[in-house]
């Protein structure tokens, strides 16, 4: 999308908070001295093969760029793309909304309407307007030399669902991280703006070394990693290391590799394992030193987990993975 729209004439506005040029989860629009709307969208083909379950996923990840600004989702439309001549496609759809309405009104979001397309492969998201307060806005390019790195959510969710599609890992292994892809980055979003964090992104299609890639280009940074540090779910590894690794996991790490630092000591699955394609994954904050307790605490209130993975450093951009 981003070549496309190098290609036209871009939009202004002076309310634009988020001009062309400059990537952000979201569109930030100010409207006011307390209020900018937040707008963004997405959807994807299903990953579980539960519909309900389908729609509840799709909801959180559509949800999780409003929370990765600093937001909270207010309205939402449905975007549903289904074959029009499936058996039972009445109450397929209807199971897909329902999740998606279930985790919308956990979310405190109201689904106001929506667009169907016939499709010979089911996908669904959402449409979401947000709203944020112009002082409490997280951005990718607000991180600064010696903040921290967190994650808010485990990683290998693309690993593991290749695996679950192949019939190589049953629901069991996979459950844990279905239940993770199902789980809004609310509370993340939350102790984050109550401890004073201005960087952030949320982990999802380019992974976490392509979205961490992001937050260096956007703040002028370098940063370096921890591979011992990152959160993975149980069953990673071994399912890298037996090759069931998504097409996106790759690209991600042919579109990094020019700006990556690997140690010598890492193989390259582990590698791979860096770059795996998220879906509905959890935040990337920047956290300056001085306020990591207070992250760590406002995390421990909510019962949100948050791991130290990485810190941000001046110098040209490129990670270090150690």
Request: proline letters at 7%.
């Amino acid at each position: 999308m981003a070549e496309v729209l190098r290609r036209l004439t871009p939009m202004t506005d002076p309310r634009l908070l988020t001009p062309p040029g400059h990537v952000e989860d979201a569109a930030a629009y100010l409207l006011d001295a307390d209020r900018v709307l937040l707008f963004t969208t997405d959807y994807f083909t299903p990953v579980v093969d539960d519909p309900f379950l389908f729609g509840q996923i799709a909801a959180a990840n559509a949800f999780s760029d409003i929370y990765a600004m600093g937001g909270s989702p207010t309205l939402a439309l449905n975007l549903l793309n289904f074959p029009a001549r499936r058996e039972n496609r009445f109450e397929e759809m209807a199971a897909i909304l329902g999740g998606g309405a279930d985790k919308a009104r956990e979310a405190g979001c109201l689904i106001v309407g929506g667009h169907t397309v016939d499709d010979p492969e089911p996908k669904y998201g959402l449409a979401v307007l947000g709203m944020a307060h112009p002082d409490h806005l997280l951005r990718k390019g607000g991180a600064r030399p010696g903040d921290d790195l967190y994650l808010t959510k485990r990683l290998g969710t693309g690993i593991l669902a290749t695996a679950f599609k192949g019939g190589d890992i049953g629901e069991e292994a996979y459950g844990p991280a279905v239940a993770s892809m199902a789980t809004l980055n609310r509370s993340a979003s939350e102790a984050a703006r109550a401890a004073g964090v201005t960087g952030a992104t949320d982990v999802t299609g380019f992974g976490l070394l392509g979205h961490l890639l992001e937050m260096c280009r956007e703040a002028d940074l370098s940063a370096r990693l921890s591979f011992d540090s990152l959160p993975f779910f149980e069953g990673v590894e071994r399912e890298a290391m037996e090759d069931n690794v998504p097409g996106g996991t790759r690209s991600n790490l042919a579109m990094v590799s020019p700006f990556l630092i690997p140690s010598d000591r890492l193989k390259p699955h582990q590698v791979l394992m860096a770059a795996d394609a998220q879906t509905s994954g959890g935040l990337l904050l920047a956290v300056p030193p001085e306020r990591r307790e207070v992250f760590e605490s406002e995390c421990k209130s909510r019962g949100q987990a948050c791991w130290r993975v990485g810190r941000f450093e001046e110098g040209p951009l490129r990670i270090s993975l150690a």
